[in-house]
């Protein structure tokens, strides 16, 4: 080390006690995100950076690379440039096959002199390369050897906020919106710009304002100019703006007796309503439309079909170049039978009738993003339609912010599951359009962002926004891969860090599925706020609103039979597979009681029975969330003290309530199959009724 | 200079460099409140600091003044202790006068040495002292020359909190409730911990965590274990937790018929909650109470009294030491004569009649927080009964966050009020008990702290915590050395930043008196969210709700006949003050519309006509806005980026919002006066029509 070295490191030294000193207000809290760019620290002043062309978007990209503060003194000229520059079209890279948002960031030698370049065809692409060279550099990438090289598989990559205009974040446990809509649009937030950053930075590159349930009043004109506020500051992060749509709209703002969309007046209004969105918001994405589904107007209320529904909305913003992303998420009381097929029964006729600015949004799974389910058996199903996969950051059925829960496993799982219609053809071809050829491709997940200080409720709760965008970027990407990369940044290379981390995440989506109900049980929890256990609920109006309705448990099984037997819901699935899961010996253990309704005694693979099986899974995840718990106490120290402490403190709430789930669940599975507990097991804590009385009258999330 | 202090200068800058080159997580972004401990920056590793005896609160005090770093390195050694400590009983202080929350700084010789002692009677006594002592140090006084002596003059210094237990803040404008009831009592954010060191450096030693139109659930075990949690956190900082408590409770969580106070049932169900309480919670303050108003059960439902219902209370806490704090904020629609008269008709014959730990909480005015109000006729009544004053700190009525009203003229002018009913007799001296010598003694603000960064929605509404806080403790201090005081502490001493927030503040309330409505007009607001003009409504089902009940605009006059030939209202106030008020030109022209109808014609004392008097004041508010706006513009670069830019939003939004006041205000009382505008003054921008139009319907703070 130089003797420069060595005073610079005094000197930081003495600067981290410096700001030590000024107190909370400066500890970390996990706002920094995964940008925190503490390692290595030190001065910057001897970076120097060229943007060359001055947009917004490369002003931003030059911005960031200041700030992180990452690179050493003997760090390089760092050039930022688009393909069209001269020097750099001079190289003679391959660029095309970059596309809008790909990059390319190497060293280039620029007039003898060797110089980091940072290109791509776009300014956002370059704006992307800069935060895969941050990426690089936290997660331990050398500076001398850099060659990152990477275009997105997936062209919607979109955060969808379910966030009401009066502050409440419908399914959100991580504060209030973010979105402060009162002081819109003069007041622009700074956080708003971080949010941009960070989305930015794992390649998000839309983001809906507004819940599906949606007002009308988010279509007015001072929610526009709000909504245009936000989408000056994202513009130049590369991040559109779209809005959830109310169908029923024209009826409510513009006075009109109908939202029929054959109406020609209705399309009038829309097509006006866009152009209005346009004017004050010209890079407008589109519109979100949750249509006839859980009392959501929609054209069924007028006879029409949803093609026609969401038709009529894309002939509004086709000739501004928008879109329209119509989910399939639909059931009704009208169709008993089973509610996993209602979606499919209800789009797949529609197959090749959506107009080309309009994608189907189709959740990962049939039901409600449960912690575990198959996949959606649309994918595969309407070819002739582009389908981008919707799932839900945020964690609704898996113990809302203060449980930990990774979530990659569970998007990873569902995008390589084989859709059995081609050799090869996984739910991941289907969503990034390589099957068919769709140009309209993409991916949604549900935000689980609020004005939580931390964002996402708890430290760990940022790495399943982190997963979702980096997934969506790239469904190949490992679920182990993301989480390394997300722990190095988020808590720096600490040997020990990095693999207690990463193993905490790495198991921690398992046993929620365990605590919860194993083996394909789905649908399992209270009514409304959807926390903890209530496998006992049965006397709600619709069928499919109860519990019971889902496992079917009684006396002689349990599971619901979705074979010929039953249902008969296999027989959306590609035939091959269809066959597979109509057999319990041919379906994955881990889907077993969504399609089978089984025996308590029924053998499972292992020998035991499925009621040990299940009994145990139980106990298996509450003790996976003790061993998380111990792990994480080993860290005490190696991880900064407000977040070990916050994370410390959940996970004491976690296992504890894990075993209220799994007490509760078996006293009501006993109550009804009338069998003891397996050898060995520890009776539940309190009689099946205590559970039945819990109450949580102030849940978050909750609309009321 | 010596090279040290020219090397420390030259690190601290450099430091400097470094914590801003950290982002946007570490700017100013007034987080850190009064408590920024920014001049001068230095080490405070040669600080000594002693605290003789190991109590939480010491502990405190002494780590308070540790992170302020407010010390040169000529810092003199710094003596914590109570006045039993050996070493100060030995140097026979005069302390017995401090009281139980008095302090004293001051040198003294302890063994040869000049050491700095805080000092008191209590811990709670040295925490005060060490504040005390950094506010001195912070608004430029000496480190040589310190001599802090005080002792409040209000024994309940509280923030009533109107906070949901679902996160809302009723009337709250700075985000949702800093309490993450779902979270507590397992969490322990560490921002409850700020929470109690802003409150405690400025006396506060009361919070009532939940709004005074409670729900029951509040008293439920889980709510008493969250509350616990954070008198937990609080006790260290001398704060008493208190809750507001639902008058049914009995019925809604005891199952008893009734909540009759007279019933014995009724008492033993409050005296085993209040058990229950203490038990988790050993020092409660006790309960807030907003009995029969606004739709809140109360004892008048079972024909019983105010007092009847307050004592059963003040019964149950009475063996724990507890208090009742009972509002005088009713009114009615059977009694539609004046709302201003009722809660002195309700409460003066129950004058002697409530219980010796029973406190009446009565608002600075008779109606509701409005701009100005005269002071409440209450005051100076009841005599024989301890009245505390509420004030409301967060602005329902003064442009919520958005708009820059500085409320210690409000809060002062009430409490400098003459009450007629002795020499000398003030408000002040009637809440702080010398007039009577009433041992219970209190003084109530309605928080407007939430969960925004920045705790008040604004860096200016935080001068309104502090506010009210100095004058809780002293209610002699005047609203200009406050206004110095905070703005020293919160931007600087920057003699121009100094200058110009100062006067900013002192003259910011009277500009929201004049563009919302001078000359004693009163809640002239819209309906529901109470934000903007709304002279104009006339429609609702109970007359006081409606605007025009108040100011009874039309062709011959404007203003409230409170006098003998109305409703007499004047009466309520002691006979020479009765007899002032009872003709207009002996009342204040501030109050004249308050008390007096008169025709548009009325002299004032200038010559003008009343009319041509109001209609110019509302040019008058919006010019001293328009003035705010470019004193803060001449700033920009001697206050911080963050701060800088949120203030000038504001002001641009209140200058906006500001003639929208004066233009529908104008158009509607020329609409009903039909009366030129006095000569060069700017017609209405839009016609009455279009402010009428105007709807909010997701204002912040208002309870759907």
């Known amino acids: 080390m130089t003797a ?11 600067c981290a006690a410096v700001i030590g000193l000024t107190g909370p207000a400066h500890a970390e809290d996990g706002y920094d995100l995964w940008l925190r760019y503490r390692t290595p620290a030190t001065t910057s002043s001897a970076l120097k950076i060229e943007a060359r062309g001055d947009t917004p978007t490369l002003r931003a990209a030059a911005e960031e690379l200041r700030r992180s503060n990452l690179f050493a003194t003997k760090a390089p000229t760092i050039l930022l440039a688009t393909a069209t ?48 060279l941050l990426r690089h550099l936290q997660t331990g990438g050398s500076l001398d050897r850099i060659d990152l090289t990477s275009t997105p598989r997936v062209k919607l990559r979109v955060l969808n906020h379910w966030d009401n205009l009066d502050g409440v974040v419908e399914r959100g446990y991580a504060g209030a919106s973010l979105w402060d809509w009162w002081t819109l649009p003069d007041f622009r937030d700074p956080r708003y710009t971080d949010y941009a950053r960070a989305n930015a930075s794992i390649g998000i590159n839309g983001t809906v304002l507004n819940n599906v349930n949606a007002k009308a ?66 890079d407008f994405g589109g519109f979100l439309v949750k249509a006839n589904s859980e009392g959501q107007p929609g054209p069924r209320d007028y006879g029409a079909t949803h093609a026609d529904g969401a038709n009529m909305l894309a ?22 039978d089973d509610r996993a097929k209602q979606a499919y029964d209800e789009f797949k006729p529609l197959d090749g009738r959506f107009a080309d600015n309009v994608v189907v949004q189709v959740k990962n799974g049939a039901i409600d993003f449960q912690p575990r389910e198959p996949f959606h058996p649309l994918f595969g199903a309407m070819p002739r339609t582009p389908l981008m996969i919707e799932f ?57 962002i609020g004005d939580s200080r931390d964002w996402t409720g708890s430290p760990f709760n940022q790495a399943n926004w982190y997963a979702f965008g980096r997934l969506a970027w790239d469904p190949g990407l490992t679920p182990e891969a993301i989480a390394r990369e997300w722990t190095a940044q988020s808590f720096g290379r600490d040997p020990q860090v990095m693999r207690t981390v990463t193993d905490m995440l790495m198991r921690s989506r398992e046993a929620v599925v365990d605590y919860t109900g194993a083996l394909g049980l789905a649908h399992l929890m209270a009514t409304g706020h959807h926390y903890g256990p209530a496998p006992w609920v049965s006397d709600l109006k619709r069928p499919e609103w109860n519990p019971v309705y889902y496992h079917r448990a009684d006396r002689g099984g349990i599971g619901f039979d979705r074979t010929k037997t039953g249902s008969n819901a296999v027989a959306q699935y590609a035939p091959a597979l269809a066959a597979r899961l109509a057999d319990p010996r041919t379906t994955p253990e881990s889907e077993l009681l969504w399609f089978h309704h089984l025996p308590w005694d029924y053998r499972m693979a292992s020998g035991q029975t499925l009621w040990e099986t299940l009994a145990r899974r139980y106990d ?39 075993r209220w789930w799994r007490d509760a669940s078996l006293s009501y599975w006993m109550s009804v199959n009338h069998l003891p507990l397996p050898a060995g097991m520890a009776p539940p804590a309190h009689d099946l009724d205590w559970y039945k009385q819990q109450r949580f009258p102030f849940a978050p999330g909750n609309p009321q």
């Open 4 to 14: 420069f070295g060595r005073s610079i490191g005094k000197f930081a030294l003495l």
């Open 85 to 132: 520059d001269r020097d750099v079209a001079a190289l003679r890279l391959p660029l095309a096959a970059l596309g809008d948002e790909g990059y390319r960031v190497g060293y280039v030698t620029l007039g003898n002199r060797r110089t980091l370049l940072v290109t791509a065809n776009t300014d956002r692409g370059v704006l992307y390369g800069s935060f895969a």
């Open 217 to 282: 009043e988010s279509l007015t004109a001072p929610y526009i100019a709000k909504a245009a506020a936000l989408a000056d500051i994202f513009r130049p992060y590369g991040i559109k703006v779209y809005l959830s749509a109310r169908f029923s709209a024209p009826i409510e703002l513009g006075g009109l007796k109908t939202a029929d969309p054959r109406d020609p007046a209705v399309g009038r209004w829309w097509r006006a309503k866009a152009d209005e969105i346009y004017r004050a918001i010209p």
């Open 315 to 336: 002939a509004a913003v086709k000739p501004h170049g928008g879109i329209v992303m119509w989910r399939a998420f639909v059931y009704a009381d009208t169709d008993p």
């Open 392 to 448: 839900q950051i945020t964690k609704e059925y898996l113990g809302f912010a203060t449980h930990l829960a990774y979530l990659a496993p569970l998007f990873a799982k569902t995008l390589d599951a084989q859709t059995g219609t081609a050799p090869g053809a996984t739910v991941a071809r289907v969503v990034d359009g390589s099957l068919e050829g769709h140009r309209l491709t993409g991916m949604a997940g549900v935000a689980n």
């Open 620 to 658: 298996r995840g509450v003790d996976t969330v003790a061993a998380m718990r111990r792990e994480w106490e080993a860290l005490r120290g190696r991880v900064d003290p407000q977040r070990w402490a916050k994370t410390a403190t959940f996970l004491a709430v976690q296992e504890r309530e894990a």
